[in-house]
Protein backbone atom coordinates (compact mmCIF):
# COMPACT_ATOMS: atom_id res chain seq x y z
CA UNK A 1 0.00 0.00 0.00
CA UNK A 2 2.82 2.24 0.79
CA UNK A 3 5.73 0.56 -1.00
CA UNK A 4 8.59 2.94 -1.42
CA UNK A 5 11.46 1.91 -3.56
CA UNK A 6 15.02 3.89 -3.70
CA UNK A 7 17.53 3.92 -6.69
CA UNK A 8 20.42 6.32 -8.08
CA UNK A 9 22.94 5.26 -5.00
CA UNK A 10 26.61 4.58 -6.02
CA UNK A 11 30.42 5.12 -6.10
CA UNK A 12 31.51 8.50 -6.84
CA UNK A 13 34.16 10.82 -5.73
CA UNK A 14 34.39 13.86 -3.23
CA UNK A 15 32.97 16.96 -5.09
CA UNK A 16 30.59 14.95 -7.50
CA UNK A 17 27.08 14.82 -7.56
CA UNK A 18 24.56 11.82 -7.68
CA UNK A 19 20.93 11.82 -7.87
CA UNK A 20 18.55 9.90 -5.68
CA UNK A 21 14.83 8.67 -6.44
CA UNK A 22 12.23 7.26 -4.31
CA UNK A 23 9.10 6.11 -6.09
CA UNK A 24 6.02 5.08 -4.68
CA UNK A 25 3.42 2.33 -5.13
CA UNK A 26 0.41 5.38 -4.76
CA UNK A 27 -0.20 8.72 -5.48
CA UNK A 28 2.49 10.96 -3.40
CA UNK A 29 0.56 13.67 -2.44
CA UNK A 30 -1.18 11.22 -0.60
CA UNK A 31 1.12 11.26 1.93
CA UNK A 32 1.49 13.83 4.61
CA UNK A 33 5.19 13.89 3.71
CA UNK A 34 7.77 11.84 2.01
CA UNK A 35 11.40 12.34 3.74
CA UNK A 36 15.08 11.61 2.94
CA UNK A 37 16.83 9.60 5.92
CA UNK A 38 20.39 8.42 6.17
CA UNK A 39 22.28 6.45 8.03
CA UNK A 40 25.92 5.63 8.17
CA UNK A 41 27.41 2.28 9.55
CA UNK A 42 27.58 2.64 13.07
CA UNK A 43 25.47 5.70 13.53
CA UNK A 44 21.98 6.36 14.43
CA UNK A 45 19.60 7.06 11.05
CA UNK A 46 19.51 10.61 10.41
CA UNK A 47 17.12 13.34 8.92
CA UNK A 48 18.43 14.68 5.23
CA UNK A 49 15.27 16.29 3.79
CA UNK A 50 11.53 15.82 3.14
CA UNK A 51 8.83 17.64 0.73
CA UNK A 52 5.33 17.98 2.29
CA UNK A 53 1.77 17.59 0.78
CA UNK A 54 1.88 20.96 0.08
CA UNK A 55 5.30 21.24 -1.25
CA UNK A 56 7.08 22.39 1.85
CA UNK A 57 10.79 21.81 1.72
CA UNK A 58 12.93 20.93 5.14
CA UNK A 59 16.17 20.15 4.93
CA UNK A 60 19.21 19.20 8.32
CA UNK A 61 21.33 22.53 8.59
CA UNK A 62 24.11 20.83 7.79
CA UNK A 63 23.16 19.98 4.29
CA UNK A 64 21.67 23.41 2.89
CA UNK A 65 22.46 24.21 0.13
CA UNK A 66 24.02 21.24 -1.32
CA UNK A 67 21.10 18.79 -1.10
CA UNK A 68 17.87 19.23 -2.94
CA UNK A 69 14.82 17.57 -2.58
CA UNK A 70 12.33 17.63 -5.27
CA UNK A 71 9.42 15.90 -6.68
CA UNK A 72 7.44 14.58 -9.51
CA UNK A 73 3.80 13.95 -8.84
CA UNK A 74 2.80 12.46 -12.01
CA UNK A 75 5.82 9.74 -11.67
CA UNK A 76 5.17 9.50 -8.23
CA UNK A 77 8.86 10.22 -7.15
CA UNK A 78 10.65 11.96 -4.65
CA UNK A 79 14.55 12.93 -5.41
CA UNK A 80 16.91 13.86 -4.06
CA UNK A 81 20.06 15.68 -5.81
CA UNK A 82 23.11 15.79 -3.88
CA UNK A 83 25.68 18.21 -4.63
CA UNK A 84 29.41 18.56 -3.97
CA UNK A 85 29.73 14.84 -1.66
CA UNK A 86 31.74 14.55 1.30
CA UNK A 87 33.26 11.22 2.37
CA UNK A 88 30.87 11.81 5.16
CA UNK A 89 27.98 11.68 3.20
CA UNK A 90 28.94 8.10 2.96
CA UNK A 91 25.57 6.02 4.20
CA UNK A 92 22.91 3.97 3.38
CA UNK A 93 19.84 6.40 2.35
CA UNK A 94 16.52 5.74 2.74
CA UNK A 95 13.03 7.49 2.05
CA UNK A 96 10.08 7.71 4.38
CA UNK A 97 6.87 8.28 4.15
CA UNK A 98 3.80 9.38 6.20
CA UNK A 99 0.24 8.69 5.84
CA UNK A 100 -2.22 9.27 9.13
CA UNK A 101 -0.51 6.88 11.32
CA UNK A 102 1.11 4.63 9.06
CA UNK A 103 4.84 4.98 8.30
CA UNK A 104 6.31 3.21 5.17
CA UNK A 105 10.61 3.04 4.88
CA UNK A 106 11.92 2.06 1.42
CA UNK A 107 14.72 -0.70 1.90
CA UNK A 108 17.51 2.33 0.98
CA UNK A 109 20.23 2.85 -1.76
CA UNK A 110 23.99 2.96 -0.86
CA UNK A 111 25.67 6.01 -1.48
CA UNK A 112 29.57 5.67 -1.16
CA UNK A 113 32.13 8.91 -1.48
CA UNK A 114 35.93 7.79 -1.73
CA UNK A 115 38.50 8.71 -4.15
Known amino acids: QGQLVESGGGLVQPGESLRLSCSASRNILSFSGIGWYRQAPGKEREFVAS???????YYADSLKGRFTVSRDAAKNTVYLQMNSLKPEDTAMYYC?????????WGQGTQVTVSS
Open 96 to 104: KAVIMSAIY
Open 51 to 57: ISRTGSM
